[in-house]
Every structure is written in structure tokens, then in C-alpha cells.
């Protein structure tokens, strides 16, 4: 089992990353993130084994949570630091009380390039392209969808949020940490780069011109969705194909993530994904 290092003074400067957690979730860390909770914990192991670009510094657990984590913790290289404090402690520390009990401080080593990204795709792909994402809760679902009906990769423009947001990341249930992704550029870069690389692509939209189950299979497509109320811009309408979900009447549309994951659903089952 992995040693254990006991904090007793929430102001130890040993787990200075660690206080104020919401604070810092405003101001950012860095280049560093928050891994919050068992699942995600397990997920950041398996990124950090796999040598995939993301690493653990240090975690911060409660107590009476370690003999249950034993098999998590051992995946970790020895010269990861394990923190445990009491109930107590842990709660001063963070600022809030933190009934999971199981933090993590992870730092993404290296961001590919959108080139580089696409570059290591398989023959077959299907990728995910979102444009102005705001909410984090959108931005973890888009992910969890991503990774649950094999996406190969996530493309996010500059303008949305950080997917690695302590929130986001929870709510992807990790799978931030093992769906490829690149955040950079305007949509307007992004769409050019999946040209020049002969993908079909589809923008999401409550006005596409194709429902979604007849969208034909291509060996590399893309779905983009946009900006939570707003959509697609038209500029990104009136240079792609466009699919629609069938849904009843009355309602403007369904959310980024929602329609995300009921059209991946749908590709990869005519890419023979699932």
C-alpha cells in the first residue's frame, strides 16, 4: 500500500493547492486541475499510466476513505504524494464540506496542436466539434458522451469553457482524461481543418435539412454543435450538411450535450461502433 502523509493544520503548505478549492476554481490553477471523487480519481491512475499527457502531483483523501482506495493507489507511481486528513481538517482546507473525500492535483502535460490531433486519427473516425460552450455541465456531458459511444476525439474552439474545470470533469465522469481533445482557435479554424482532411460533416441544428437517422455513413465524420440557445452561427450552417432531431413540437430545441449524445448515438451506429 502507498504511504501515507497525515495533515493536521489546513494551512500546511504541503496542500496549498488544495485550500480554497472554489476560489481557485475561478481564478484557475495554472495549467493545473482538480480530479474531485472516486471514479474521476481512477480515471486520472489510468491516464497517468497509460502516459496519455496527464498527470498526478499529489492527493488529498479523507481518512476512513484510503483502505478503500488501496487498489486505486496502487496504480499511482511511488513519488505521488498521499495526503490524509480528518473530516475536519479536510473541510477547512477545501472550504466547503467535501462528503467525497477524495481529491487529486493533476496537471495536463502536453495540449496537442489541432494538426497534430487529427494527424493520429484512425481511418475511421468519427469526432466531436462544439463552438462557444459555456456551461460546464454541457461540456463534461459532451465528453461522457463522447467516450460512451467511441468518439475518437473532441474539438473545442477557444471560446468554450475548460473542459478540465473541476465541474466539467466530474460530470464526464473522467472521461475528460481519456477522450482525446484540443481547445484552441475559432470555429472557423477548426471547420477548415476537418476540410482539408476530407471529413463529412454534419452541424447540429432544430433546422437541418436531413433527420439524423438518415444521415448516410462516411468513414471520417465530424458532428459540430454550437452555443447553448444560439446554436450554429449561419455562416457554419451554410458551409456544412445539417441534421436535425425529430422531437414534439412546441419546444426551441434540446440542449448542446443532449442532442450531442443522440446524434453520436446515431453515427456510430452506421459506423459500425457500437
Given at each position: 500500500?502507498?504511504?501515507?502523509?497525515?495533515?493536521?493544520?489546513?494551512?500546511?503548505?504541503?496542500?496549498?493547492?488544495?485550500?480554497?478549492?472554489?476560489?481557485?476554481?475561478?481564478?484557475?490553477?495554472?495549467?493545473?486541475?482538480?480530479?474531485?471523487?472516486?471514479?474521476?480519481?481512477?480515471?486520472?491512475?489510468?491516464?497517468?499510466?497509460?502516459?496519455?499527457?496527464?498527470?498526478?502531483?499529489?492527493?488529498?483523501?479523507?481518512?476512513?476513505?484510503?483502505?478503500?482506495?488501496?487498489?486505486?493507489?496502487?496504480?499511482?507511481?511511488?513519488?505521488?504524494?498521499?495526503?490524509?486528513?480528518?473530516?475536519?481538517?479536510?473541510?477547512r482546507i477545501v472550504g466547503f464540506h467535501l462528503h467525497r473525500g477524495v481529491l487529486a492535483i493533476g496537471r495536463r502535460a502536453e495540449e496537442p496542436s489541432?494538426?497534430?490531433?487529427?494527424?493520429?486519427?484512425?481511418?475511421?473516425?468519427?469526432?466531436?466539434?462544439?463552438?462557444?460552450?459555456?456551461?460546464?455541465?454541457?461540456?463534461?456531458?459532451?465528453?461522457?458522451?463522447?467516450?460512451?459511444?467511441?468518439?475518437?476525439?473532441?474539438?473545442?474552439?477557444?471560446?468554450?469553457?475548460?473542459?478540465?474545470?473541476?465541474?466539467?470533469?466530474?460530470?464526464?465522469?473522467?472521461?475528460?482524461?481519456?477522450?482525446?481533445?484540443?481547445?484552441?482557435?475559432?470555429?472557423?479554424?477548426?471547420?477548415?481543418?476537418?476540410?482539408?482532411r476530407d471529413f463529412a460533416i454534419w452541424g447540429l441544428s432544430p433546422a437541418g435539412h436531413v433527420e439524423i437517422r438518415e444521415v448516410s455513413p462516411h468513414?471520417?465524420?465530424?458532428?459540430?454543435?454550437?452555443?447553448?440557445?444560439?446554436?450554429?452561427?449561419?455562416?457554419?450552417?451554410?458551409?456544412?450538411?445539417?441534421?436535425?432531431?425529430?422531437?414534439?413540437?412546441?419546444?426551441?430545441?434540446?440542449?448542446?450535450?443532449?442532442?450531442?449524445?443522440?446524434?453520436?448515438?446515431?453515427?456510430?451506429?452506421?459506423?459500425?461502433?457500437?
Amino acid at each position: 500500500m502507498m504511504e501515507t502523509i497525515r495533515i493536521e493544520d489546513a494551512d500546511d503548505p504541503r496542500i496549498a493547492e488544495f485550500q480554497a478549492v472554489r476560489d481557485r476554481d475561478l481564478t484557475g490553477r495554472g495549467g493545473r486541475f482538480i480530479a474531485e471523487g472516486t471514479v474521476v480519481l481512477r480515471m486520472l491512475a489510468q491516464a497517468h499510466r497509460a502516459k496519455s499527457g496527464f498527470v498526478a502531483e499529489k492527493l488529498l483523501l479523507l481518512e476512513n476513505r484510503v483502505s478503500g482506495l488501496e487498489d486505486i493507489l496502487g496504480r499511482f507511481p511511488d513519488d505521488v504524494p498521499v495526503y490524509v486528513a480528518s473530516s475536519a481538517v479536510l473541510d477547512r482546507i477545501v472550504g466547503f464540506h467535501l462528503h467525497r473525500g477524495v481529491l487529486a492535483i493533476g496537471r495536463r502535460a502536453e495540449e496537442p496542436s489541432i494538426a497534430d490531433l487529427l494527424q493520429n486519427l484512425p481511418e475511421k473516425t468519427l469526432v466531436v466539434a462544439a463552438f462557444g460552450i459555456s456551461n460546464h455541465d454541457n461540456i463534461g456531458s459532451i465528453f461522457r458522451n463522447a467516450a460512451a459511444f467511441g468518439a475518437d476525439a473532441v474539438l473545442l474552439d477557444a471560446a468554450c469553457c475548460d473542459p478540465l474545470y473541476r465541474k466539467s470533469l466530474r460530470v464526464s465522469v473522467g472521461s475528460v482524461l481519456s477522450v482525446p481533445y484540443a481547445r484552441t482557435g475559432t470555429m472557423t479554424e477548426l471547420l477548415d481543418a476537418l476540410m482539408s482532411r476530407d471529413f463529412a460533416i454534419w452541424g447540429l441544428s432544430p433546422a437541418g435539412h436531413v433527420e439524423i437517422r438518415e444521415v448516410s455513413p462516411h468513414p471520417q465524420m465530424a458532428l459540430i454543435t454550437g452555443t447553448e440557445g444560439e446554436g450554429l452561427p449561419a455562416h457554419i450552417l451554410s458551409a456544412v450538411k445539417t441534421a436535425r432531431i425529430a422531437q414534439m413540437p412546441g419546444l426551441d430545441s434540446l440542449n448542446a450535450a443532449t442532442a450531442t449524445g443522440i446524434a453520436l448515438y446515431e453515427i456510430a451506429m452506421r459506423q459500425g461502433r457500437l
